[in-house]
């Protein structure tokens, strides 16, 4: 009886994958501090991307002067404006939180508003219930000064690895687009994937928070709410919570302004959040955000609940990039092996007039290219 014997081509094969996969994992176990800030860089890259290319390749600008000048304006345009929001948010949610008195008083008359009212008698109000809930907010705003140093930390690793990326970008992307084991039809479609989930979430994440914020802040101005500046803030923050979004703040609002005896104030910021804060976040994903990319709800959803668990804030970006790699990398195998795949010439020829047949390096000075 003859055994077919094992290629050692392919014995070589995988143990050199193995091998990888093993190195990766430990490299990734132990700089796993410094993660957000890698995913930071990536971030910050392909939203540069095709500015810098337009500015060293075409206008000859020094790479590395264009790389510190883009660093520059991140720290201007969002660190700063992010440092600002923190700096301003925390003493106010501190001393909000401190001022228990005020809390129990303003609970006590929701609590009593709600004792009479069908759905909302249901839900547990009890003293036990607020106090859980304070301890659990309390609980972020330590996590959040004790984490300066991290921070500053991941974005030293951010700038650090922005400009030695952006230095060697066309090394960089000619090695990555070569590893890749895959056409060059595959190699284009997992690039727009991802440099179209990466700009839609990095942009269009901050442009709805903000102009939903502050449509809010304006509402809770006109019909009288105290601390207007503070809860329009947070709604706007608010917007990235799946599903629920920036109803977490003003139905919370709107009931204790019922309670406190506002019936039209109450009922008429409900109906203005609803109808106009709820709305901007349509008229923008119609307007704006679709011309940045068109991504799916459940995929931003779902993607920005596993994204908030695996990376952090990052996750608000990554997450629905990891989502939306599962239906590329589905397309990808059916391009790479499906028994489907067109085998007509002229068909493959007009595939191949859409992607870049040499590497990004050999390439003309295209930055819309890759």
């Not at 501090?33 to 890259?45: D, K, M, S």
Request: hydrophobic share 50%; glycine share 8%.
């Amino acid at each position: 009886m003859k055994y077919r014997q094992i290629n050692n081509n392919s014995i070589n094969q995988i143990m050199l994958i193995v091998i990888i996969i093993l190195i990766c994992i430990l490299v990734f176990k132990n700089l796993l501090y410094y993660l957000p800030g890698f995913l930071g860089a990536i971030t910050l890259y392909i939203l540069f991307r095709r500015s810098y290319f337009h500015l060293t390749e075409i206008r000859r600008w020094n790479k590395s002067l264009t790389s510190v000048l883009f660093i520059v304006l991140s720290i201007v345009f969002i660190v700063l404006p992010m440092w600002a929001l923190i700096d301003y948010l925390v003493p106010q949610i501190t001393n909000f939180l401190g001022n228990r008195d005020e809390i129990i008083n303003q609970f006590n008359m929701l609590k009593a508003y709600m004792a009479d009212k069908p759905l909302l008698r249901d839900i547990d109000m009890s003293d036990a219930a607020l106090f859980n809930f304070l301890q659990r907010l309390t609980r972020y705003v330590p996590s959040i000064i004790n984490s300066v140093a991290e921070v500053a930390v991941n974005l030293l690793v951010t700038f650090f690895v922005l400009f030695f990326m952006q230095v060697h970008a066309k090394r960089m992307e000619t090695t990555i687009y070569r590893a890749i084991p895959f056409t060059r039809v595959s190699k284009k479609e997992i690039w727009d994937e991802v440099n179209m989930m990466v700009r839609s979430n990095a942009i269009g994440i901050p442009i709805l928070g903000f102009f939903q914020g502050l449509v809010a802040m304006g509402g809770y101005w006109f019909f009288g709410v105290e601390n207007y500046i503070l809860l329009g803030l947070l709604t706007g923050i608010s917007s990235i919570i799946p599903i629920l979004g920036t109803m977490t703040i003003y139905i919370p609002i709107c009931l204790i302004t019922l309670a406190t005896g506002n019936t039209a104030n109450g009922i008429g910021l409900f109906l203005y959040c609803f109808i106009i804060v709820g709305g901007i976040d349509n008229v923008l994903r119609f307007t704006i955000l679709k011309t940045i990319g068109n991504v799916p709800p459940l995929i931003t959803v779902f993607g920005v609940l596993l994204g908030l668990n695996l990376f952090g804030m990052l996750g608000l970006i990554f997450g629905p990039l990891i989502l939306s790699s599962i239906g590329v990398l589905v397309k990808v195998y059916s391009n790479e092996y499906g028994k489907g795949i067109v085998r007509n010439p002229r068909v493959i020829r007009q595939q191949r007039t859409n992607v870049p047949d040499i590497p990004p390096e050999e390439e003309e000075s295209d930055p819309n290219k890759i």
